[in-house]
Protein backbone atom coordinates (compact mmCIF):
# COMPACT_ATOMS: atom_id res chain seq x y z
CA UNK A 1 0.00 0.00 0.00
CA UNK A 2 1.22 3.19 -1.36
CA UNK A 3 1.55 6.06 1.32
CA UNK A 4 -1.17 8.18 -0.21
CA UNK A 5 -3.86 5.17 0.07
CA UNK A 6 -2.61 4.69 4.03
CA UNK A 7 -2.90 8.37 4.52
CA UNK A 8 -6.35 8.57 2.55
CA UNK A 9 -7.88 5.48 4.67
CA UNK A 10 -6.90 7.03 7.34
CA UNK A 11 -8.63 10.22 6.63
CA UNK A 12 -11.99 8.21 5.69
CA UNK A 13 -14.60 7.41 7.97
CA UNK A 14 -15.36 3.86 8.07
CA UNK A 15 -18.58 4.42 6.09
CA UNK A 16 -16.44 6.49 2.98
CA UNK A 17 -13.56 3.89 3.57
CA UNK A 18 -16.54 0.92 2.83
CA UNK A 19 -18.07 3.35 -0.56
CA UNK A 20 -14.15 3.64 -1.25
CA UNK A 21 -13.70 -0.36 -2.25
CA UNK A 22 -17.43 -0.85 -3.67
CA UNK A 23 -15.92 1.60 -6.08
CA UNK A 24 -12.71 0.40 -6.88
CA UNK A 25 -14.27 -3.31 -6.89
CA UNK A 26 -16.83 -2.67 -9.11
CA UNK A 27 -14.86 -0.72 -11.56
CA UNK A 28 -12.46 -3.36 -11.26
CA UNK A 29 -15.45 -5.58 -12.84
CA UNK A 30 -16.48 -3.44 -15.14
CA UNK A 31 -12.58 -2.55 -16.57
CA UNK A 32 -13.00 0.79 -16.02
CA UNK A 33 -9.95 3.23 -14.53
CA UNK A 34 -10.98 4.80 -11.48
CA UNK A 35 -9.34 8.08 -9.73
CA UNK A 36 -10.29 9.97 -6.41
CA UNK A 37 -9.84 13.66 -7.76
CA UNK A 38 -11.49 16.94 -6.23
CA UNK A 39 -12.21 18.12 -3.30
CA UNK A 40 -11.94 14.79 -1.41
CA UNK A 41 -8.02 14.82 -2.61
CA UNK A 42 -7.78 18.80 -1.59
CA UNK A 43 -9.09 18.20 1.76
CA UNK A 44 -6.90 14.91 2.23
CA UNK A 45 -3.54 16.28 1.41
CA UNK A 46 -4.66 20.04 2.80
CA UNK A 47 -5.54 17.97 6.19
CA UNK A 48 -8.80 18.50 6.07
CA UNK A 49 -12.37 16.88 7.02
CA UNK A 50 -13.26 15.07 3.95
CA UNK A 51 -16.66 15.60 3.02
CA UNK A 52 -17.44 14.23 -0.21
CA UNK A 53 -15.99 11.49 -1.95
CA UNK A 54 -15.24 12.39 -6.14
CA UNK A 55 -14.21 9.88 -8.30
CA UNK A 56 -13.58 10.12 -12.20
CA UNK A 57 -13.51 7.36 -14.65
CA UNK A 58 -12.38 6.73 -18.38
CA UNK A 59 -15.00 5.59 -19.86
CA UNK A 60 -18.56 4.94 -18.94
CA UNK A 61 -19.50 7.15 -15.19
CA UNK A 62 -23.18 6.62 -15.81
CA UNK A 63 -22.65 2.47 -16.59
CA UNK A 64 -20.54 2.52 -13.03
CA UNK A 65 -22.80 4.26 -11.20
CA UNK A 66 -25.78 1.89 -11.94
CA UNK A 67 -23.32 -1.16 -11.13
CA UNK A 68 -23.09 0.57 -7.54
CA UNK A 69 -26.56 1.16 -7.44
CA UNK A 70 -27.18 -2.65 -7.76
CA UNK A 71 -24.34 -4.02 -5.81
CA UNK A 72 -24.02 -1.75 -3.04
CA UNK A 73 -27.40 0.27 -2.31
CA UNK A 74 -26.56 3.34 -3.60
CA UNK A 75 -29.15 5.77 -5.01
CA UNK A 76 -28.56 8.18 -7.32
CA UNK A 77 -30.21 11.61 -6.41
CA UNK A 78 -29.01 13.71 -9.61
CA UNK A 79 -27.44 12.60 -13.32
CA UNK A 80 -26.08 14.85 -15.99
CA UNK A 81 -25.96 13.43 -19.00
CA UNK A 82 -24.27 15.75 -21.14
CA UNK A 83 -21.40 15.67 -18.45
CA UNK A 84 -21.81 12.44 -17.97
CA UNK A 85 -21.73 12.40 -14.51
CA UNK A 86 -24.08 11.15 -11.10
CA UNK A 87 -24.35 12.45 -7.51
CA UNK A 88 -25.02 9.43 -5.78
CA UNK A 89 -25.63 8.76 -1.77
CA UNK A 90 -24.87 5.40 0.05
CA UNK A 91 -25.85 3.87 3.00
CA UNK A 92 -24.11 5.71 6.04
CA UNK A 93 -25.06 8.82 4.56
CA UNK A 94 -22.10 8.76 2.15
CA UNK A 95 -22.25 11.30 -0.73
CA UNK A 96 -19.88 10.87 -3.72
CA UNK A 97 -19.74 12.16 -7.29
CA UNK A 98 -19.70 9.51 -10.31
CA UNK A 99 -17.94 11.69 -13.34
CA UNK A 100 -16.40 11.14 -17.00
CA UNK A 101 -12.86 12.42 -17.47
CA UNK A 102 -14.24 14.70 -20.10
CA UNK A 103 -12.74 17.73 -21.98
CA UNK A 104 -15.20 20.70 -22.09
CA UNK A 105 -14.77 23.67 -24.68
CA UNK A 106 -16.95 26.99 -24.17
CA UNK A 107 -18.72 29.03 -27.29
CA UNK A 108 -19.40 31.54 -24.87
CA UNK A 109 -18.81 32.80 -21.20
CA UNK A 110 -21.60 30.84 -18.77
CA UNK A 111 -23.12 28.76 -22.04
CA UNK A 112 -23.40 24.76 -21.84
CA UNK A 113 -20.09 23.17 -22.55
CA UNK A 114 -19.30 21.18 -25.62
CA UNK A 115 -18.17 17.91 -23.32
CA UNK A 116 -15.62 15.21 -25.25
CA UNK A 117 -14.41 11.96 -23.33
CA UNK A 118 -10.49 12.51 -22.54
CA UNK A 119 -8.03 11.01 -20.32
CA UNK A 120 -7.63 11.65 -16.36
CA UNK A 121 -4.83 13.88 -17.19
CA UNK A 122 -6.33 16.13 -19.42
CA UNK A 123 -9.39 16.00 -17.43
CA UNK A 124 -7.44 17.75 -14.50
CA UNK A 125 -5.75 20.57 -16.64
CA UNK A 126 -9.43 21.72 -17.47
CA UNK A 127 -10.36 22.62 -13.71
CA UNK A 128 -10.37 25.14 -12.02
CA UNK A 129 -7.58 25.35 -9.66
CA UNK A 130 -4.93 23.52 -8.92
CA UNK A 131 -5.55 22.19 -5.83
CA UNK A 132 -8.38 20.89 -7.45
CA UNK A 133 -6.93 19.05 -9.95
CA UNK A 134 -4.90 16.44 -8.08
CA UNK A 135 -6.03 12.50 -8.61
CA UNK A 136 -5.26 9.15 -6.45
CA UNK A 137 -4.89 6.16 -9.01
CA UNK A 138 -7.43 3.55 -7.95
CA UNK A 139 -6.51 0.96 -10.58
CA UNK A 140 -5.01 -2.37 -9.37
CA UNK A 141 -2.31 -1.75 -11.91
CA UNK A 142 -1.28 1.52 -10.92
CA UNK A 143 -2.98 1.73 -6.91
CA UNK A 144 -1.46 4.78 -4.73
CA UNK A 145 -0.31 6.95 -7.78
CA UNK A 146 -0.65 10.51 -7.38
CA UNK A 147 -1.13 12.80 -10.57
CA UNK A 148 -0.46 16.28 -10.07
CA UNK A 149 -0.02 17.69 -13.91
CA UNK A 150 -0.34 21.54 -12.85
CA UNK A 151 1.15 21.25 -9.35
CA UNK A 152 -1.54 21.40 -7.02
CA UNK A 153 0.29 19.70 -4.09
CA UNK A 154 3.15 22.38 -3.83
CA UNK A 155 0.09 25.22 -3.85
CA UNK A 156 -1.61 23.16 -0.77
CA UNK A 157 1.33 23.43 0.71
CA UNK A 158 2.24 27.01 -0.03
CA UNK A 159 -1.50 27.38 0.92
CA UNK A 160 -2.15 29.33 -2.65
CA UNK A 161 -5.09 29.37 -4.70
CA UNK A 162 -3.95 29.09 -8.16
CA UNK A 163 -6.29 28.57 -11.57
CA UNK A 164 -5.41 26.13 -13.56
CA UNK A 165 -5.67 28.37 -16.75
CA UNK A 166 -5.66 31.62 -17.90
CA UNK A 167 -9.46 31.80 -19.11
CA UNK A 168 -11.00 29.48 -16.21
CA UNK A 169 -13.65 32.32 -15.13
CA UNK A 170 -14.21 33.31 -18.45
CA UNK A 171 -15.32 29.71 -19.34
CA UNK A 172 -17.49 28.85 -15.96
CA UNK A 173 -17.88 32.49 -14.30
CA UNK A 174 -19.53 30.10 -11.16
CA UNK A 175 -15.65 29.88 -10.56
CA UNK A 176 -15.28 33.83 -9.09
CA UNK A 177 -17.79 32.57 -5.95
CA UNK A 178 -15.87 29.47 -5.79
CA UNK A 179 -12.85 31.42 -5.20
CA UNK A 180 -14.05 33.54 -2.57
CA UNK A 181 -15.46 30.77 -0.91
CA UNK A 182 -12.00 28.58 -1.05
CA UNK A 183 -10.52 31.47 0.44
CA UNK A 184 -12.24 32.05 3.14
CA UNK A 185 -12.74 28.26 4.57
CA UNK A 186 -9.64 27.28 3.45
CA UNK A 187 -7.79 30.41 4.76
CA UNK A 188 -5.41 30.57 1.53
CA UNK A 189 -3.92 33.32 -0.12
CA UNK A 190 -5.09 34.53 -3.83
CA UNK A 191 -1.65 34.05 -6.29
CA UNK A 192 -1.48 37.37 -7.81
CA UNK A 193 -2.28 36.59 -11.60
CA UNK A 194 -5.29 34.83 -9.84
CA UNK A 195 -6.49 37.65 -8.52
CA UNK A 196 -5.56 39.59 -11.82
CA UNK A 197 -7.69 37.22 -13.78
CA UNK A 198 -10.35 38.12 -11.03
CA UNK A 199 -10.49 41.10 -11.25
CA UNK A 200 -10.89 41.18 -15.66
CA UNK A 201 -13.55 38.84 -15.22
CA UNK A 202 -15.80 40.98 -12.68
CA UNK A 203 -14.90 44.49 -14.70
CA UNK A 204 -16.53 42.83 -17.60
CA UNK A 205 -19.75 41.49 -15.09
CA UNK A 206 -19.18 37.90 -15.54
CA UNK A 207 -20.81 37.05 -12.59
CA UNK A 208 -23.99 38.33 -13.72
CA UNK A 209 -23.95 34.93 -16.59
CA UNK A 210 -23.68 32.50 -13.93
CA UNK A 211 -27.20 30.47 -14.08
CA UNK A 212 -29.15 29.42 -11.40
CA UNK A 213 -28.19 26.33 -10.84
CA UNK A 214 -24.78 27.07 -10.20
CA UNK A 215 -25.99 29.49 -8.04
CA UNK A 216 -28.03 26.97 -6.30
CA UNK A 217 -25.01 24.71 -6.04
CA UNK A 218 -23.06 27.38 -4.41
CA UNK A 219 -25.76 27.59 -1.47
CA UNK A 220 -25.33 24.15 -1.03
CA UNK A 221 -22.01 24.88 -0.55
CA UNK A 222 -22.00 27.30 1.74
CA UNK A 223 -24.71 25.20 3.80
CA UNK A 224 -21.77 22.41 4.54
CA UNK A 225 -19.17 25.06 5.38
CA UNK A 226 -18.28 24.89 9.09
CA UNK A 227 -18.90 28.75 8.99
CA UNK A 228 -21.02 30.18 6.58
CA UNK A 229 -21.25 33.53 8.11
CA UNK A 230 -17.72 34.06 7.16
CA UNK A 231 -18.01 32.74 3.53
CA UNK A 232 -21.63 35.12 3.65
CA UNK A 233 -19.38 38.11 4.91
CA UNK A 234 -17.39 37.75 2.23
CA UNK A 235 -19.59 37.56 -0.50
CA UNK A 236 -21.38 40.92 0.88
CA UNK A 237 -18.05 42.55 0.67
CA UNK A 238 -17.31 41.57 -3.01
CA UNK A 239 -20.68 42.75 -3.93
CA UNK A 240 -21.75 39.13 -4.61
CA UNK A 241 -24.94 38.56 -2.60
CA UNK A 242 -26.86 40.56 -5.20
CA UNK A 243 -26.33 37.06 -7.30
CA UNK A 244 -29.00 35.59 -4.65
CA UNK A 245 -31.25 38.19 -3.92
CA UNK A 246 -31.08 42.22 -3.81
CA UNK A 247 -32.04 42.34 -0.49
CA UNK A 248 -29.74 39.68 1.76
CA UNK A 249 -27.59 42.41 3.10
CA UNK A 250 -26.93 45.01 5.65
CA UNK A 251 -29.09 44.27 8.49
CA UNK A 252 -31.35 41.61 6.05
CA UNK A 253 -28.61 38.95 6.59
CA UNK A 254 -28.90 36.89 9.58
CA UNK A 255 -25.48 36.69 10.20
CA UNK A 256 -25.32 36.34 14.04
CA UNK A 257 -27.68 33.46 13.84
CA UNK A 258 -25.21 31.97 11.58
CA UNK A 259 -22.32 32.79 14.00
CA UNK A 260 -24.40 30.70 16.36
CA UNK A 261 -25.09 28.16 14.29
CA UNK A 262 -21.18 27.71 13.76
CA UNK A 263 -20.82 27.91 17.46
CA UNK A 264 -23.68 24.81 18.17
CA UNK A 265 -21.65 22.73 15.17
CA UNK A 266 -18.53 22.99 17.25
CA UNK A 267 -19.93 20.73 20.22
CA UNK A 268 -20.62 18.29 17.66
CA UNK A 269 -18.13 15.37 19.17
CA UNK A 270 -15.73 14.37 16.20
CA UNK A 271 -15.98 10.74 14.67
CA UNK A 272 -19.29 10.50 16.01
CA UNK A 273 -22.26 10.18 13.09
CA UNK A 274 -24.96 13.10 13.58
CA UNK A 275 -26.59 13.23 10.43
CA UNK A 276 -27.89 16.59 9.87
CA UNK A 277 -29.54 17.91 6.08
CA UNK A 278 -28.12 21.27 6.34
CA UNK A 279 -29.61 23.02 3.56
CA UNK A 280 -32.72 23.64 5.44
CA UNK A 281 -31.20 24.74 8.53
CA UNK A 282 -29.06 27.46 6.97
CA UNK A 283 -32.00 29.10 4.62
CA UNK A 284 -34.12 28.85 7.55
CA UNK A 285 -30.88 30.98 9.94
CA UNK A 286 -30.08 33.07 6.76
CA UNK A 287 -33.23 34.07 5.36
CA UNK A 288 -34.78 34.93 9.33
CA UNK A 289 -35.08 38.57 8.72
CA UNK A 290 -36.68 38.55 4.99
CA UNK A 291 -39.97 38.47 4.23
CA UNK A 292 -41.93 36.12 2.29
CA UNK A 293 -41.89 37.77 -0.77
CA UNK A 294 -38.45 37.96 -0.23
CA UNK A 295 -37.99 34.86 0.25
CA UNK A 296 -39.43 33.99 -3.11
CA UNK A 297 -37.39 36.18 -5.00
CA UNK A 298 -33.92 33.89 -3.55
CA UNK A 299 -36.08 31.00 -4.21
CA UNK A 300 -36.78 31.97 -8.13
CA UNK A 301 -32.90 33.10 -8.62
CA UNK A 302 -31.54 30.00 -7.36
CA UNK A 303 -34.22 27.39 -8.52
CA UNK A 304 -34.09 25.59 -5.16
CA UNK A 305 -36.37 22.11 -5.29
CA UNK A 306 -39.84 22.43 -3.81
CA UNK A 307 -38.94 19.71 -1.39
CA UNK A 308 -35.81 21.66 0.36
CA UNK A 309 -38.43 24.70 0.18
CA UNK A 310 -40.84 22.64 2.05
CA UNK A 311 -38.36 21.31 4.60
CA UNK A 312 -36.87 24.86 5.21
CA UNK A 313 -40.14 27.17 5.88
CA UNK A 314 -41.24 23.88 8.20
CA UNK A 315 -38.36 23.36 10.02
CA UNK A 316 -38.79 26.64 12.53
CA UNK A 317 -42.26 24.94 13.28
CA UNK A 318 -41.24 21.53 13.86
CA UNK A 319 -38.26 22.85 16.07
CA UNK A 320 -40.51 24.58 18.28
CA UNK A 321 -42.57 21.52 18.68
CA UNK A 322 -39.00 20.01 19.71
CA UNK A 323 -38.29 22.98 22.18
CA UNK A 324 -41.49 21.90 24.12
CA UNK A 325 -40.91 18.55 24.63
CA UNK A 326 -37.23 19.62 25.35
CA UNK A 327 -38.71 22.26 28.12
CA UNK A 328 -40.63 19.83 29.52
CA UNK A 329 -40.43 18.88 33.93
CA UNK A 330 -41.05 15.12 33.06
CA UNK A 331 -37.61 14.82 31.41
CA UNK A 332 -36.12 14.04 35.03
CA UNK A 333 -32.75 11.85 33.85
CA UNK A 334 -30.05 12.01 31.34
CA UNK A 335 -31.96 9.10 29.19
CA UNK A 336 -34.67 11.12 29.05
CA UNK A 337 -32.93 13.69 27.05
CA UNK A 338 -31.17 11.08 25.24
CA UNK A 339 -34.48 9.20 23.93
CA UNK A 340 -35.97 12.71 22.91
CA UNK A 341 -32.94 13.85 20.89
CA UNK A 342 -31.96 10.97 19.26
CA UNK A 343 -35.34 10.90 18.30
CA UNK A 344 -34.85 14.35 16.73
CA UNK A 345 -33.03 15.29 13.14
CA UNK A 346 -30.31 16.92 13.27
CA UNK A 347 -31.05 20.09 11.74
CA UNK A 348 -33.75 20.93 14.69
CA UNK A 349 -31.23 20.12 17.33
CA UNK A 350 -28.66 22.32 15.82
CA UNK A 351 -31.48 25.13 15.09
CA UNK A 352 -32.84 25.05 18.81
CA UNK A 353 -29.03 25.38 19.81
CA UNK A 354 -28.95 28.43 17.51
CA UNK A 355 -32.16 30.03 18.02
CA UNK A 356 -34.13 28.96 21.37
CA UNK A 357 -33.92 31.41 24.10
CA UNK A 358 -34.58 29.07 26.38
CA UNK A 359 -32.08 28.50 28.67
CA UNK A 360 -32.52 25.01 29.91
CA UNK A 361 -33.43 23.56 26.32
CA UNK A 362 -29.97 25.10 25.62
CA UNK A 363 -28.55 23.33 28.85
CA UNK A 364 -30.33 20.18 28.02
CA UNK A 365 -28.69 19.86 23.76
CA UNK A 366 -25.57 20.98 24.83
CA UNK A 367 -25.51 17.98 27.51
CA UNK A 368 -26.69 15.91 25.07
CA UNK A 369 -24.26 16.55 23.02
CA UNK A 370 -21.21 16.90 24.70
CA UNK A 371 -21.63 13.97 27.30
CA UNK A 372 -24.58 11.59 26.19
CA UNK A 373 -23.86 11.11 22.73
CA UNK A 374 -20.49 10.01 23.55
CA UNK A 375 -20.75 8.06 26.49
CA UNK A 376 -24.06 6.16 24.33
CA UNK A 377 -21.27 5.86 21.56
CA UNK A 378 -19.07 3.71 23.75
CA UNK A 379 -21.73 0.89 24.07
CA UNK A 380 -20.41 -1.07 21.09
CA UNK A 381 -21.94 -4.03 18.98
CA UNK A 382 -19.72 -6.71 20.70
CA UNK A 383 -21.52 -5.54 23.60
CA UNK A 384 -24.49 -6.12 23.38
CA UNK A 385 -23.98 -9.66 20.82
CA UNK A 386 -22.64 -10.68 24.44
CA UNK A 387 -26.06 -10.85 25.38
CA UNK A 388 -27.38 -13.33 23.72
CA UNK A 389 -28.55 -11.73 20.77
CA UNK A 390 -28.58 -11.35 16.94
CA UNK A 391 -27.17 -8.84 15.38
CA UNK A 392 -30.15 -6.30 13.27
CA UNK A 393 -33.23 -7.80 15.00
CA UNK A 394 -35.31 -5.60 17.03
CA UNK A 395 -33.82 -7.29 20.50
CA UNK A 396 -30.61 -6.33 19.25
CA UNK A 397 -31.75 -2.17 19.53
CA UNK A 398 -33.87 -2.76 22.88
CA UNK A 399 -31.01 -4.38 24.55
CA UNK A 400 -28.41 -1.41 23.12
CA UNK A 401 -30.84 1.01 24.11
CA UNK A 402 -30.75 -0.59 27.75
CA UNK A 403 -27.20 -0.82 27.82
CA UNK A 404 -27.30 3.16 26.89
CA UNK A 405 -29.83 3.99 29.59
CA UNK A 406 -28.15 2.06 32.72
CA UNK A 407 -25.18 4.13 31.71
CA UNK A 408 -26.36 7.26 31.19
CA UNK A 409 -28.31 7.14 34.42
CA UNK A 410 -25.53 5.66 36.59
CA UNK A 411 -24.51 8.19 39.26
CA UNK A 412 -20.89 8.71 38.90
CA UNK A 413 -18.16 6.86 41.20
CA UNK A 414 -16.97 8.61 44.02
CA UNK A 415 -13.36 9.08 43.48
CA UNK A 416 -11.51 8.75 47.29
CA UNK A 417 -8.64 10.73 47.20
CA UNK A 418 -5.41 9.65 49.34
CA UNK A 419 -4.85 11.78 52.09
CA UNK A 420 -1.15 13.47 51.83
CA UNK A 421 1.15 13.67 55.06
CA UNK A 422 1.39 17.51 55.49
CA UNK A 423 4.36 19.34 54.58
CA UNK A 424 6.17 21.85 56.26
CA UNK A 425 5.10 25.62 55.50
CA UNK A 426 7.45 26.86 52.69
CA UNK A 427 8.05 29.68 55.15
CA UNK A 428 9.77 27.54 57.98
CA UNK A 429 13.82 26.43 57.76
CA UNK A 430 13.18 22.52 56.14
CA UNK A 431 16.36 21.72 58.59
CA UNK A 432 13.93 22.56 61.30
CA UNK A 433 11.97 19.11 60.89
CA UNK A 434 15.22 17.26 61.74
CA UNK A 435 15.79 19.05 64.80
CA UNK A 436 14.95 17.71 67.98
CA UNK A 437 13.11 21.21 69.06
CA UNK A 438 13.50 23.22 66.07
CA UNK A 439 13.02 26.29 68.44
CA UNK A 440 16.15 25.05 70.50
CA UNK A 441 18.76 24.50 68.10
CA UNK A 442 22.00 22.24 69.01
CA UNK A 443 24.83 23.81 70.50
CA UNK A 444 28.04 22.67 69.45
CA UNK A 445 30.54 21.97 72.12
CA UNK A 446 33.70 23.86 72.16
Known sequence: MSDYMFMLESHLSPDQNRVLSQVQAAAAEANLGVFLTGGAMRDMLGGFAVRDLDFTV????LKLASILVNKSGGQITASDERRKCAEMVFPGRVTAEIAMARQERYAKPGAQPHVQPTTIHEDLRRRDFTINAVALSLNRASRGLLIDPTNGLADLGHKELRAVYNYAFYDDPARILRLVRFRVRLGFTVAERTLQQYENARAEGLEQKIPARRLLEELCHIAEDDNPAEVLRAFEQEKLLGLFSPVLTGAKLNLAGLSKLHKARQLIPYGIPFPVDNLPLFLSLMTEKLTTQEEAGLVRATGIPGSDVSAWRKLEVRAKRLQREMNSPKLHKPWDVYRVLAAAPGERVLFLLAWSPLRLVQDRIRNYLQRYLPAAHE?????????????????????????????LNARPKRVVVPEVPELPSQTEDPRAARLPDARQPRVAKV
Not at 58 to 61: K, T
Not at 386 to 399: L, M, N, S, Y
Open 379 to 407: VTDQEVAAKGVQPGTTKFRRTRNELIEAR
Open 58 to 61: EGNA
